[in-house]
């Protein structure tokens, strides 16, 4: 079943029982500084969940996502991204935890036809109600109904203690069962293990508290529900794949990235692809590579990927801007339309960068020699201020050179340089 052919069943799906189909917002999310990217389909959303603005009370959406805080996992596992797409479903004091539930169920065994026998469930340790959907109603049998805590079976994860603020829940989530085969075998396996035999593809949240600055949960008006399955998940088990970057949304994207690189190990191809997606996407939602925070990312983001592609022959991730924009035609034909700015953007970045390693490089090359291998603080600090070099960048080089870069030297060599940098102005002043 094609990714595309996913998306449409979700949203008919829903939209059957009674749901408006909601665009995607922007990656840049209008009105809510608490957040830098668009990281959830919940996010849009927040106003209603607190009550406010309730037009319709079910909605359904595909949501463009973007987070960066598992970076240095993507490429290496075989399901973690910085862009993606959430399928979500939505009740603003509406239906709650027993159609949220029979619902989610209904879709995957049904519309995406997966045996009952591979699902298994999580549900908070404290939520008997859903346990016993799932029991009940649902019939899975208790051994595959699991309790975890607020870490696993809580949204935001750990919120009650550490936070954020704002619309919580306690939630339960669905697993596919790939089999024993491709576990770790031992005794508790099981969905809160991470050996990979378990694979998480529903999160259904129990919208129904506001977390306070002071910690206290609060009800919120009404009860709510928001769910996010990841469309790269459901399409790889849909398919049987190995992992995400073996289904239709990546195959024509890493495909390119082999054929213009020459390279073919996966790390290159999934990070390079990944990247380069999360880049396409953002730019074309009106982020453009800065050193200001979101631009910082897309710099961040496209000069990883670089590092990883690079041939020597200058840049080359602006050519996969074509292939992105043909797989995502018909759902966001904004990115074909802007193709050549994007593209555009892209290379311009690749090619600054280019030529600030060339300048930077034979620099850090004589630096590593002359230390025996340490870099001091100082040495950091004039590849990344007089180079532009990113700290991580330096910290990678000094890696694949069997070095070090002092950070810790770097951190306080950099309050210095400010703290004296404040006094001379203080002075001319
Ligand atoms: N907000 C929840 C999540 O991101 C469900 O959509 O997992």
Redesign the pocket.
């Known amino acids: 079943m094609t990714s595309s052919e996913i998306r449409r069943k979700f949203l008919d799906f829903f939209q059957k029982k009674g749901h408006v189909v909601v665009e995607s917002d922007l990656l840049v999310p209008a009105g809510d500084p608490t957040v830098l990217f668009t ?4 996010n849009q959303f927040k106003e209603k969940f607190m009550g406010r603005n309730v037009t319709y009370t079910r909605a359904a959406t595909c949501q463009k ?1 973007l987070r960066t805080g598992d970076l240095d996992n993507v490429g290496k596992t075989p399901r973690h991204h910085t862009f993606f797409e ?1 399928l ?1 479903n939505f009740s603003f004091g509406d239906y709650f935890k027993e159609e949220a539930i029979r619902w989610a169920w209904e879709f995957l065994t049904g519309e995406m036809r997966i045996s009952p026998e591979k699902l298994w469930a999580s549900v908070h340790v404290s939520d008997d109600e859903a346990h016993t959907i799932w029991k009940d109603r649902i019939g899975i049998s208790p051994e595959k109904i699991v309790k975890l805590g607020d870490h696993d079976n809580f ?2 994860a750990d919120a009650p203690l550490k936070g954020p603020n704002g619309p919580c829940g306690p ?1 339960s989530e669905v697993f596919y069962d790939k089999g024993p085969a491709k576990g770790c075998g031992k005794a508790d396996c099981g969905p809160s293990c991470d050996c990979g035999r378990f694979v998480e593809i529903w ?3 129990f ?1 129904q508290f506001e977390r306070m600055p002071d910690g206290r949960l609060d009800e919120l008006p009404s009860k709510n529900i ?4 990841g469309l790269e998940r459901i399409t790889s088990v849909v398919n049987d794949t190995e992992s995400n970057f073996d289904t239709d949304l990546f195959i024509p994207i890493t495909g390119r990235v082999q054929e213009i690189t020459g390279k073919s190990d996966a790390l290159t191809l999934n990070l390079v692809a990944d990247h380069a997606r999360a880049a396409v996407f953002a730019i074309n939602d009106g982020v453009s590579p800065s050193n200001e925070k979101r631009g910082y990312v897309v710099r961040k983001l496209i000069r990883r990927a670089w590092l990883r592609g690079n041939t020597g022959k200058g840049p080359f991730l602006y050519s996969l801007v074509p292939d992105i924009a043909n797989i995502f035609r018909d759902v966001y034909p904004g990115i074909a339309e802007n193709a050549e700015h994007i593209a555009a953007v892209v290379e311009s970045e690749e090619r600054r960068f280019d030529e600030t390693l060339s300048e930077a490089v034979p620099v850090l090359e004589e630096m590593v020699s002359r230390s025996g291998g340490v870099l001091s603080g100082e040495d950091v600090f004039k590849l990344a201020d007089t180079y532009g070099m990113p700290v991580e960048v330096i910290e990678q080089m000094c890696r694949d050179r069997d070095a070090r870069a002092c950070i810790e030297d770097f951190e306080v060599f950099m309050s210095r340089r400010k703290e004296e940098s404040r006094r001379g102005s203080d002075i001319s002043c």
């Open positions: 990281g959830a389909g919940m996502c959430m979500g949204w935001p939630c999160n259904l949240v919208t928001d769910t996010g399955m």
